[in-house]
């Protein structure tokens, strides 16, 4: 792509002005759409702040897809932080492109694997759900509908209202699925979507995703030219990018949550409406553990409580804080005696469940259809082990380093979960270890990172820029509205 191929779109006389009738010509898109060209010609990190109105998302997918005609073996990942932009870029802003250049090319949606129903455990509650199943008023019937007409399997698409109780039973979850097992995995809505994805010359995702494929392949050594969750790229453009450092801080997180470690408990003691029988009830038929299920029992019914003497502290903590985040400092840790006995024991009791359950999944002898079931027991058991795992880090004081160690309370309705958590002080250095230093492009750009200090403190806060051996570039593109002689 040349700058005179800039022009010939964004000029005021360009592809843009002839295909759209109201189009207006904007100086700060095409210099825009040029300062793009550049990067991608150069291999450079780029910042730009394009105000609202300039019409930033075809600058860059303009140039996002000349590349692509012109590289046919490159692919270019483009990462937004709300659904609502994914959305309006693949259903509005890339046709649109696409009409007005006269030219396309491969184009694919990718969102994360909960995202999607899980036809196998979808079939699981519906054989354990007969009744449910059969009535036509219901939403199991209903999604049965749905799932023989639905070419994506994606609940953003479902046309009715859809419960978290049943959703938690049916959707693709990351940990459950073994695609080597599942009995369903040519039909898989997931894998399905992946196989797009390889085809697609240019995938629109989100921020989440985007962070989670560059974890994995960071912790795998896997370069950029490899399939991962993501596949092989090397562009990488990041609208919104005024939410990365946030986004990237909570995603990078990690949590004690009560909340969700009695959740995983309750999963495996508990049945529900759309599955009569609990795990333990399903498994404990074809278990040699002379303990059995009454241990494992046993061990939830200890853990609970445990995790509701902390609760109760936390929340006593909270109540003089007025429910507000608690920073812990090193200051704190001599005063925290009580909050480290109790979340030590928390973590004892979790570590002996998760031994109990490992037990007795070592001595299971399922049916072939039970082993999804035995999977997901050690699974969430593993979940719970996780999670105790970030408090066993919490309290020993003498290994904390570059983190910020906090309390937080999310309400749910009536309830009050306590959070305890550890979160990096700064992800720059994982940012760069990632993203920054691994691809050939990488476009930042948002309406709101310039603070009239050429991108300093945005650039400082995320890591950039990383080396003065690689070309970084800096724009910012005022909107083309008058504010100030429009405004009321």
Not at 294 to 300: A, R, T, V, Y
Not at 470 to 484: D, I, M, N, V
């Amino acid at each position: 792509m040349t700058i005179n191929d800039v022009e010939k779109i964004f000029d005021a006389d360009g592809l843009l002005f002839q295909h759209f009738p109201l189009y207006e010509y904007r100086e700060g898109q095409l210099l825009m759409a040029e300062l793009i060209r550049r990067s991608y010609e150069e291999d450079a990190i780029a910042v730009i702040e394009a105000g609202t109105g300039i019409g930033k998302s075809f600058a860059y997918l303009a140039v996002a897809l000349f590349h692509a005609l012109q590289n046919p073996d490159e692919r270019s990942v483009v990462a937004t932080s709300t659904i609502n932009l994914q959305r309006q870029l693949v259903d509005k802003d890339i046709p649109a492109l696409f009409a007005a250049l006269d030219m396309e090319c491969s184009v694919a949606l990718a969102v994360g694997r909960a995202n999607y129903l899980c036809i196998q455990r979808y079939v699981q509650v519906k054989e354990a759900s007969v009744l449910l199943a059969q009535d036509p008023t219901g939403e199991l019937y209903k999604v049965g509908e749905w799932v023989q007409e639905t070419p994506t399997g994606l609940f953003a698409e479902y046309p009715h209202p859809l419960s978290y109780e049943l959703r938690s039973e049916i959707f693709c979850d990351p940990d459950l699925c073994n695609p080597q097992t599942c009995s369903y995995v040519h039909e898989c809505f997931y894998f399905k979507a992946r196989a797009r994805w390889s085809k697609a010359r240019i995938i629109v995702t989100n921020h989440h995703l985007l962070f989670s494929d560059a974890r994995s392949r960071l912790e795998g050594d896997l370069g950029y030219d490899e399939e991962h969750i993501l596949p092989s790229y090397n562009r990488l453009i990041i609208d919104e990018a005024h939410n990365i450092e946030a986004n990237a801080t909570e995603f990078f997180t990690d949590i004690y949550s009560s909340k969700g470690l009695l959740h995983q408990a309750s999963r495996i003691q508990r049945s529900s409406r759309y599955t009569p029988n609990s795990l333990l009830e399903q498994l404990s038929p074809y278990s040699e553990d002379p303990l059995g299920v009454d241990g494992i029992i046993e061990e939830l019914v200890a853990l609970n409580a445990e995790v509701q003497a902390l609760d109760q502290y936390l929340l006593g903590v909270f109540s003089k804080n007025h429910y507000q985040p608690v920073l812990v400092t090193t200051e704190h840790q001599g005063r925290l005696g009580t909050f480290k006995e109790l979340a030590v024991e928390v973590a004892k009791k979790g570590k002996a469940l998760s031994k109990r359950i490992f037990e007795f999944a070592q001595r299971c002898k399922v049916p072939e259809e039970l082993e999804s079931r035995l999977n997901e027991l050690v699974v969430r058991s593993n979940r719970i082990d996780s999670m105790v795992e970030v408090l066993l880090s919490f309290t020993d004081y003498g290994t904390w380093g570059e983190e910020v160690h906090w309390f937080n309370s999310e309400r749910f309705g009536r309830d009050i979960s306590v959070e305890v958590r550890i979160t990096p002080l700064s992800v720059a250095p994982v940012l760069v270890e990632a993203l920054f230093s691994k691809l050939q492009t990488v476009v930042s750009t948002s309406a709101t990172l310039d603070l009239h200090d050429e991108f300093e403190f945005w650039a400082k806060r995320v890591g950039l820029p990383y080396t003065d051996e690689r070309p970084f570039f800096k724009g910012t593109f005022a909107s083309p509205f008058e504010y100030t002689t429009h405004l009321l």
